[in-house]
Antibody
């Protein structure tokens, strides 16, 4: 069955860096685009970043552009989010989600990993 | 960026009721509109894709409609497991923005 498992979250000081990973299984990873979404405590969903399935077409939300970098390793069925210059407002649960091209929708989500930015 | 506005932000309903949530886009997005359900402490779950297509495994009491700028999610015969927060998302252009959410609570 399709599984997405995020890891790498934790407590980090303002200005610090963190690398999130998303391990995929149960499907052909290289056939799907992937997306990172976050949710601040008690708030709604915020779309962060997109990476295409094979040609590494990438997009970012303005809120993270220049600070976050998305990447993937299709050989290892893994998605990454390198986060730098972290701010208190980056505190959130970070989700990876699988994107289905034909429906243009996020059909499977991981359970999320919590990132807390605090001194 | 395309802004997505949901209404209402919250509503109270009883088991067996029919509820309707609307989502309005700041510009036309054709049918590039998805609906997700999220329960506390859980990841969102896809309910409807491309405005009106039911995701596999989602009960038929859930339906979606609309195109252009105005969209609707309807849940008929509300069940206890339907009390959750619902989000719309446009995938017409990047960034693929979400609405602010609609919380459906038990009356």
């Amino acid at each position: 069955q399709v599984q997405l498992v995020e890891s790498g979250g934790g407590l980090v000081r303002p200005g610090g860096s963190l690398r999130l990973s998303c391990a995929a299984s149960g499907f052909t990873f290289s056939d799907y685009y992937m997306t990172w979404i976050r949710q601040a405590p008690g708030k709604g969903l915020e779309w962060l970043s997109y990476i295409s399935s094979r040609d590494n077409t990438i997009y970012y939300a303005d809120s993270v552009k220049g600070r976050f970098a998305i990447s993937r390793d299709n050989a290892k069925n893994s998605l990454f989010l390198q986060m730098s210059s972290l701010r208190a407002e980056d505190t959130a649960v970070y989700y990876c989600a699988r994107g289905e091209y034909s429906s243009s929708s996020l059909d499977y989500w991981g359970q999320g990993t919590l990132v807390t930015v605090s001194s | 960026d395309i802004q997505m506005t949901q209404s209402p932000s919250s509503l109270s309903a009883s088991v067996g009721d029919r509820v309707t949530i609307t989502c309005r886009a700041s510009q036309s997005i054709s049918s590039y509109l998805n609906w997700y359900q999220q329960k506390p402490g859980k990841a969102p779950k896809l309910l409807i894709f491309a405005a009106s297509n039911l995701q596999s495994g989602v009960p038929s009491r859930v339906s979606g409609s609309g195109s252009g700028t105005d969209f609707t999610l309807t849940i008929s015969n509300l069940q206890p497991e339907d009390f959750a927060t619902y989000y719309c998302q446009q995938t017409y252009s990047k960034p693929e923005t979400f609405g602010q959410g609609t919380k459906v609570e038990i009356k």
